[in-house]
């Protein structure tokens, strides 16, 4: 296998064509922005070839970028922390987004993506903070390229990432935009007076030190890797934790399956082990106090997360429809809208670290106390993703973990619609190790032959040519 590096060839900040006029100049965020605070993350969309070649792509990118900005345009801006309170706002000054231009010197068939640390991670290219939005086309030798969406998840959740290409392939396909993306962020989600929570959410949060995080070289040591789990499996998995009067869904079954593999891998260096999910609240909301089709239209985070803990004996000796049912009911608890109200109001409380220079970070999360590993699916969200040069073949949320020292996959569905799905996964190596050896081999290596990347395209001359 290939080591990738990808090499900058251009960085350049591209304005708005077509500012809003009367848009706010300062737009504030959400609590539930603050919940999840101010990082990187980024969407990761590989396409095979096009007949036109790379040329086209690259003009097709920056002749469209400006007018995209226009109808998103707080991705022109920049992520700003208040002065007075130290809470990171977006100012909309529209000092441009940036574009960049990377050269990967190998095949797209010859990069082995099950080892996501030395493919994947490669792809996306790290940008300044501050930047709303880091568009990055980034070309391989056989005239492939990944067109990479670079954000910070103030801006956007999951839902928000996900509609970037597909707006973007819109508009290039027809011109335009069938529906206008909502942007006013505080007014969706106002805190109640006096804001009201239950005692339990403290337990939930912790603040965002680094002395009470892993040390850097031991969340060093886990590893990342890239699976495609197939339909057929997905149908068993649901078959087998499926039971009288109730028919887990397809995430069940795997969180089923995973949890299982979790426990196994604990064995007896700990007694409790854990599971955490992100939940989309969009379709959850009360439609009483929230507008729906706002909602639809809003990029901003609407997330919340949910763990359970258990024993390891008891994940491991429990039949997998029951471990199934246990994983929904745990999910089940973010379906509320009333948790999203106490999400706002405990945030709204808590607002003060912000001053200090801090944050907060979901407690789960941060590796301390029993082995969790938290999943965040994406599978309801499909990406067309064509702007003129084919559907792509691999999109993947991507997130630098930083400090953070649990276990995580990102879920999403195979671009080839055949039912199956694509897990990145960020695992401790004796995890990997585990779900590797699992006789059922639910989990299978993610190679450029099952990402439909194998097949050899010989570079053509010229197909690079001038940006």
């Known amino acids: 296998m290939e080591r990738i590096n990808a090499a900058v060839a251009s960085r350049t900040l591209v304005p708005a064509s077509d500012p809003p006029p009367g848009f706010p100049a300062m737009l504030a965020v959400s609590n539930l922005d603050l919940i999840f605070g101010s990082f990187h993350m980024y969407l990761v969309t590989v396409y095979p070839a096009p007949a036109a070649g790379l040329p086209a792509v690259g003009a097709a990118v920056r002749a469209a970028f400006p007018a995209f900005l226009s109808r998103f345009f707080p991705l022109a801006g920049r992520v700003v922390t208040n002065a007075s309170t130290g809470v990171p706002e977006i100012a909309c000054n529209n000092a441009g987004a940036e574009l960049v231009v990377a050269d990967v010197g190998v095949a797209l068939a010859t990069v082995d993506f099950s080892d996501a640390d030395r493919s994947l991670r490669i792809i996306p290219v790290p940008f300044e903070q ?102 057929a499996d997905l149908d068993r998995l649901r078959a087998a934790a499926s039971a009288a009067g109730r028919r887990a869904t397809r995430l069940e079954a795997l969180s089923a399956h995973v949890w299982k593999l979790l426990a196994a891998a604990v064995d007896g260096s700990d007694t409790h082990c854990r ?20 909602l639809d239209r809003y990029l901003g985070n609407v997330l919340t997360n949910v763990s359970h803990e258990a024993t390891v004996e008891s994940i491991s000796s429990t039949p997998i429809a029951d471990v199934a049912a246990m994983a929904g009911a745990a999910i089940k608890k973010a379906l509320r809208s009333e948790r999203y109200e106490e999400l706002v109001d405990w945030m709204e409380a808590h607002k003060g670290v912000f001053r200090e220079g801090a944050k907060w970070t979901e407690a789960v999360g941060a590796g301390t106390g029993s082995p969790a590993l938290v999943i965040s699916s994406v599978t309801p969200l499909r990406v067309e993703g064509d702007f003129g040069f084919g559907r792509p073949r691999l999109v993947m949320p991507w997130v630098r973990p930083g400090r953070l020292g649990s276990a995580n996959m990102i879920v999403a569905r195979n671009p080839a619609e055949d039912g199956s799905w694509v897990v990145s996964a960020r695992l401790w190596p004796r995890l990997a190790q585990t779900m590797e050896a699992d006789p059922e081999a639910v989990f299978r290596p993610a190679t450029a032959g099952r990402l439909e990347f194998g097949v050899r395209e010989p570079a053509a001359a010229g197909l690079r040519g001038r940006f």
Do not use: I
Request: glycine share 8%; proline share 8%; net charge positive.
């Open 130 to 231: 501050g930047l709303a939005l880091s568009l990055q086309l980034v070309r391989f030798a056989c005239g492939g390229f990944a067109l990479v969406w670079g954000t910070d998840h103030l801006l956007v959740d999951g839902h928000g990432l996900m509609a970037l290409p597909n707006a973007w392939a819109e508009k290039l396909r027809t011109g335009g935009l069938s529906w206008e993306p909502h942007h006013e962020r505080a007014s969706l989600f106002p805190p109640r007076s006096p804001p009201r929570y239950a005692p339990s959410l403290d337990a939930e949060f912790a603040r965002y030190a680094p002395d009470s995080l892993p040390n850097s070289l031991l969340v060093a040591t886990l590893v990342r890797r890239m699976y495609v789990v197939s339909a």
């Open 275 to 294: 599971l955490a999910w992100f939940v989309n609240g969009r379709m959850h909301l009360d439609p009483a106090k929230y507008d729906k089709a706002r």
